[in-house]
């Protein structure tokens, strides 16, 4: 399973942002999937997690509100919508992948299947 995560880019506090993670090789099509995000100096930090087809959903405090995650099954893509961006949100966002349908500790832990991240820098 090959993940790319893009979508990032530079945007002012308070801005919103739509992260896209896309799969090829093996899809994600039957796998719940998870973004995380490391900032500067800091260790890397879940944010979100889908299971399959997208009945599931879960976030981190730290996001909740302030994000949503949402799957489109047929083009094997998952989002993650950000909103009210602060300056420390600012860090590279991965997308991961496990290969269950449902969320587990796993995929919010260490999942199995890491795309490239995408930097996303938001300024005060």
């Known amino acids: 399973v090959q993940l790319q995560a893009f979508g990032g880019g530079l945007v002012q506090a308070g801005d919103s942002l739509r992260l896209s993670c896309a799969s090829s090789g093996r899809t994600i099509s039957t796998y719940a999937v998870a973004w995380f995000r490391r900032a500067p100096g800091k260790e890397r930090e879940f944010v979100a997690a889908?299971?399959?087809?997208?009945?599931?959903?879960h976030y981190a405090s730290s996001m909740k509100g302030r994000c949503t995650i949402s799957r489109d099954n047929v083009k094997n893509t998952v989002y993650l919508q950000m909103s009210s961006l602060k300056p420390e949100d600012t860090a590279v966002y991965y997308c991961?992948?496990?290969?269950?349908?449902?969320?587990?500790?796993?995929?919010?832990?260490?999942?199995?299947?890491w795309g490239q991240g995408t930097l996303v820098t938001v300024s005060s």
């Open positions: 889908i299971s399959w087809p997208g009945t599931s959903t």
């Open positions: 991961a992948a496990d290969p269950s349908s449902i969320l587990t500790v796993r995929l919010q832990s260490s999942p199995n299947y």
